[in-house]
């Protein structure tokens, strides 16, 4: 029988908060409390799990995959079958409004899971930001799920349901996600920018005639952070005498100049949020097995990911385009600096808690 054990909050402070324990088959795992503010590595020891637990934790993954996958295609395939019912009423507003409420459905049962059983810590700090603001969204990319943390943080300003993606085109061709993201309105992008700024331009348009709200989420980076990829940039930086980064890669900044002067032209958004991405250890990039180790017990600690966020009014952006690709290039030698900082001290600047409510049950 699985019994509850005495959690270890580490201090009595009155920030820290327990978890309850969870039982697989005869494993039983305690969910112990952080403290806020500094930074967790993995332990060097990790508990060892015999095959059957490890089988079962990679078919719980392949399951949660294969659940996201088909909730998605389901989704996407019953909204196109709604569009002839609706389109007539509503219009083309209608469906959008749709196929914003079911994509929230789904991304707010994994950012549930991710906070709430896989027992992800998500510390923010930085600007505090306004609830329900259409802005331009742009980060670093350490890990595949980067865009997971990110809706942690959409969802706590009331925008889950409003977010949109630059994409690679190829992504369209997912079953599911890539029809799914083409309904809501993301950009696909083919990396030849003659198509691109096409794309870009007929998507703005569309975000002003429907008078939608949205979070454009793009990383400027344009793939993740490896040593590898890191070494490219470096090489490439010394070349064309750019600052050469030691934590980020270097941005892309053609198509972030593009998407401000358009959204400045049509005054569609409010500002510009950057965000910085760090998880515990400083870790390039995770593994799937980190994002339901701590659930499963191969790591005895919450796993934490860091969001440091900036706002910037998009109206007080450089309006040359030149400087605007140089304001952007600053931003990243500063995120750079960041990420020293952090790695240095554990600690982000001007953290705060900011709590999600989640459904009971």
Not at 205 to 214: A, G, I, T, V, Y
Request: proline share 6%; aromatic share 14%; glycine share 6%.
């Amino acid at each position: 029988d699985c019994s509850i054990l005495r959690l270890k909050t580490g201090t009595p402070d009155s920030s820290q908060h327990s978890a309850p324990s969870l039982c697989f088959g005869n494993i039983l795992f305690n969910m112990e409390s952080s403290q806020p503010g500094k930074a967790r590595v993995d332990p060097e020891k990790k508990p060892s799990l015999s095959m059957a637990s490890r089988l079962f934790q990679n078919l719980f993954l392949a399951f949660g995959i294969t659940y996201i996958l088909g909730c998605a295609f389901l989704l996407t395939v019953f909204c196109l079958a709604c569009i002839p019912f609706i389109l007539p009423f509503g219009g083309i507003r209608l469906v959008q409004r749709l196929a914003e409420f079911l994509a929230y459905t789904l991304w707010f049962q994994i950012v549930t899971f991710t906070e709430k059983y896989a027992g992800w810590e998500v510390n923010f700090s930085g600007d505090k930001l306004p609830p329900f603001e259409s802005v331009v969204l742009i980060s670093n990319h350490r890990w595949v799920l980067d865009w997971v943390f990110i809706f942690s943080l959409a969802a706590r300003k009331g925008r889950l349901s409003c977010v949109k993606f630059f994409v690679k085109s190829s992504v369209l061709w997912v079953p599911g996600i890539g029809q799914g993201l083409y309904v809501l309105g993301s950009v696909f992008l083919n990396r030849d920018w003659t198509k691109d700024f096409a794309s870009i331009t007929k998507a703005f348009e569309n975000l002003k005639n429907r008078k939608m709200p949205f979070w454009l989420i793009t990383f400027l980076e344009g793939t993740r952070l490896t040593p590898k990829k890191l070494q490219s940039s470096q090489e490439f930086a010394k070349k064309k005498d750019l600052p050469v980064l030691k934590h980020v890669l270097l941005p892309r900044t053609k198509g972030f100049v593009a998407t401000i002067k358009a959204l400045r032209e049509k005054k569609e958004a409010q500002a510009v949020y950057d965000v910085t991405l760090l998880y515990h250890g400083n870790r390039q990039e995770p593994s799937f097995l980190d994002f339901t180790g701590y659930l499963f017990g191969t790591i005895t600690r919450r796993p934490q990911v860091h969001l440091h966020v900036r706002r910037f009014p998009i109206d007080q952006l450089p309006t040359d385009e030149k400087a605007l690709a140089d304001w952007c290039t600053q931003i990243w030698i500063e995120k750079d600096q960041l990420v020293e900082t952090f790695m240095h001290t554990g600690k982000m600047p001007q953290a705060y808690a900011s709590s999600l409510t989640f459904p009971s049950g």
